[in-house]
């Protein structure tokens, strides 16, 4: 169930983080105001996704299970004037609009991992993409019930928006990863 969409939810996740990071202030003393680095190159050529441009979902609607702890929340319902929240609206809208597919948020437990194995277990595909702790979703990569994002066609750890170390670090070996954090984790 969850290995079938690894390629989506790496798709998901790095179009997400690109879109966050387009809504963050810029405060690196080595550019300039006209958003370029002191050897010339653009500001927002570090941040471009690599993703194919027609890359579509025809609509597709994604389960996306969090935490309930507010930490993991990946969703705002409308814009507040916070600026947090307001960036995470405006990267879900981006996503969701050129991607071609909609997002459905799912609150599960403080601890997700039961959740995980129920949907497992029966069959269900109501989510591609799972956001909570690792010390609590790391005993389910034993019972084989999430993907291996280093199979993912698009997910590129060393894209600036990623934790690329400690991705690295959580993985086993070079082949497998099941753990990515990052920008996304506001």
Known sequence: MLKSGAILLSALMILMIISAAGCAADT???KSPT?????????AEGLRSSLPDNLDYD???????????????????????EIVDDAILARNTLVQEQLNLSFEFISGDYDIAPDITNAV????????????M?????PIVLENYLANLADSQYLDIERPWWATEYIKEAGIGNNKR?????????
């Not at 958003?35 to 500001?43: F, K, L, Q, V």
């Not at 609509?59 to 969703?75: K, N, R, Y």
């Not at 277990?121 to 909570?132: A, K």
Request: proline content about 3%.
């Open 59 to 81: 609509g597709a609607v994604i389960g996306i299970l969090h935490s309930s702890d507010p930490m993991f929340a990946l969703t705002t319902d409308e814009s507040s004037g």
């Open 134 to 138: 690792q010390w609590i979703l790391s």
């Open 35 to 43: 958003g370029e680095t002191t050897d010339g190159e653009s500001a």
């Open 121 to 132: 277990v029966s069959g269900s595909d109501d989510f591609r993409l799972i956001s909570g």
């Open 28 to 30: 690196d003393p080595e």
């Open 178 to 186: 099941f753990f990515v954090t990052g920008d996304i984790t506001l």
